[in-house]
């Protein structure tokens, strides 16, 4: 059981803006652990390219919801509140305070407000939509979604094959579009009394760190982790290894392009990903924005305030 009476500090932002390096101060000073919410540190074995903190910073803050699936088992929003709710349960009946922490807004907004109560789905609608879109292709099925459900459409990116047959079905199911859906029945209830931290950072400085932090994951080995990966049984069809890094990785491993060419997308594909972040959390009207180094005090302060609330 939650329990809304129940505190939470959530760093969030962009990918390489510093939430782990954020998390992890506020986390010393606050006598806190840390519920990882980003939804590839999840696997174990993908520890380069997901920027897992390293084994001395778990060791000295107790981080929960790394490394607990291998990468062939599907890990979905509903999967990690469930598991964060019990780590939470965990942390906080040991007098310790929370620190909810990572870029993967859709994981934070289950574990905060819930999922949305959309209609089951029927096998054999799915299965039809299934074999269109492998006839069609996924711009096709997009283009049919936009025709009547625009709205979500335009938040779905072509090559997630998943979500767009699963709108079309819920429409085909219901006739009422899946963000009509969204909006009456999701994320309605607050399941934990929240303070969200959002770390603003300048566009050409994000770009530049993310460049180092691509740069920086070929320097630690992440050719070697991708190729112990495959070898390991895990194949490129698997959606753990279709992740930014590890998809362009794989196809560098297998001579599809050049390695200069696998850094390039992996910069460019880590820069669209922090648009759509953004994008996200600009949405969230909860979220705090303050820029991290610089403000280290002040967002210190606030969470201090915020826990003493409960405390007092």
Known sequence: MTSPSLKLLVVCGPTASGKSDLALKLARSLDAEIVNAD????????????????????????????????????????????????????????????????????????????????????GEIRRALQEEAGEVGNEAM???LARVDPELAARIHPNNRVRIIRALEVHRLTGIPLSRHQQEHAFADRRYDSLHIGIRVERQELYRRI???????????LLDEVR???????GRDLKAMRAIGYKETASCLAGECSLEEATRLIKRDTRRYAKRQLTWFNADPDILWLEYS??????????IDFFGRQEE
């Open 211 to 221: 460049e180092e932090r691509v740069e920086r994951m070929l320097h630690k080995g």
């Open 294 to 303: 610089e403000n280290f005090a002040t967002i210190l302060q606030h969470a």
């Open 228 to 234: 112990g990966l495959l070898a390991s049984g895990y």
């Open 142 to 144: 997009l283009e049919r």
């Open 39 to 122: 939804s590839m540190q999840v696997y174990r074995g993908m520890d380069i390219g997901t920027a897992k903190p390293s084994l001395e910073q778990r060791a000295e803050i107790r981080h929960h919801l790394i490394d607990v699936a291998d990468p062939d088992r599907p890990f979905s929003a509903a999967d990690f509140a469930q598991a964060a709710d019990e780590a939470i349960r965990d942390i906080a009946g040991r007098g310790k305070r929370v620190i909810v922490a990572g870029g993967t807004g859709l994981y934070i907004r289950a574990l905060l407000k819930g999922l949305v109560d959309s209609p089951g789905g029927a």
